[in-house]
């Protein structure tokens, strides 16, 4: 089955998130409703960054067209978060997209303006409804390539999905975060401005989700990520966690 069928399958009554690597992720909820985070679904940042460590070395398993998102978020401009070969198709039906500020410069150049209220721009602190979704945007420290960069927590039926986004380890924030989210998602490539394996462990300890999922590793051979020392540490802080591989379901 391919991916597409996979999320649109997904039975009813559930939520399920959905890994499409990278650090993109889907959410379905109990009703059917699509939440896209971070989807990169195409090769833009080899021929963008005209550098051979980020060619794409997992496969796409998704085209832009093959599904009909309710809710898309980019938490901030870098190619592989905001998917500039991707993101237009992606705003083809009714969806309404929440992007960082700086986003809006990569709105212009893909003349995308005229889907006007359909496109938020969101910071820290702001909190919207749409659909399923009860959306609440939160501070990240992705360091100064991406001074606006936001995390999400998502909550839709019952549960909380909270999305670190691109962020390094920042502990004096942690009263600002979601405490004890029923998910999770966080990097561990340890490389720019990212946290490594053993720092995701430790926001893990601070927060105290139900469950980590790791991001953020096997794209590109320029952004690292140690998977197996995420296991090891982990494994040795007793702290549950979840490894998906890309396409793979967790019904919640």
Do not use: W
């Not at 089955?1 to 379905?28: C, E, Y």
């Not at 409703?33 to 794409?56: H, P, T, W």
């Not at 889907?115 to 100064?144: M, N, Q, W």
């Not at 999770?184 to 490539?189: D, E, H």
């Amino acid at each position: 089955m391919d991916f597409a069928s996979k999320v649109l399958s997904a039975r009813p009554g559930n939520t399920h998130i959905f890994s499409a690597g990278q650090a993109g992720f889907i959410v379905k909820s109990s009703s059917g409703q699509l939440l896209a985070i971070d989807m990169y679904l195409s090769d833009c940042v080899e021929r963008l960054e005209g550098n051979f460590g980020f060619k794409r070395l997992l496969p796409k398993i998704l085209t832009p067209s093959e599904l009909e998102f309710d809710v898309v978020i980019c938490t901030h401009p870098h190619f592989d978060h905001f998917d500039i070969d991707s993101v237009p198709a992606m705003m083809r039906h009714r969806t309404k997209l929440f992007c960082s500020v700086e986003c809006r410069r990569l709105v212009q150049m893909l003349h995308m303006e005229y889907y006007g209220s359909r496109i938020e721009y969101v910071r820290p602190e702001d909190s919207f409804t749409a659909g399923d979704f009860r959306l609440s945007f939160v501070k990240c420290d992705h360091g100064e390539s991406a001074p606006d960069a936001v995390g999400v927590a998502a909550e839709v039926d019952g549960i909380t999905v909270y999305e670190a986004g691109d962020t390094c380890l920042r502990l004096d924030i942690a009263a600002e975060l979601p405490k004890s989210p029923d998910v999770m998602i966080a990097p561990i490539n340890g490389t720019f401005g990212n946290l490594s394996a053993e720092e995701c462990s430790i926001l893990a300890e601070c927060l105290n989700p139900g469950v980590t999922i790791p991001c953020h590793y096997g794209m590109f051979a320029h952004q690292y990520g140690d998977l197996g020392r995420f296991y090891e540490v982990m494994t040795q802080k007793h702290l549950p966690f979840r490894i998906m591989g890309q396409g793979e379901v967790f019904t919640i």
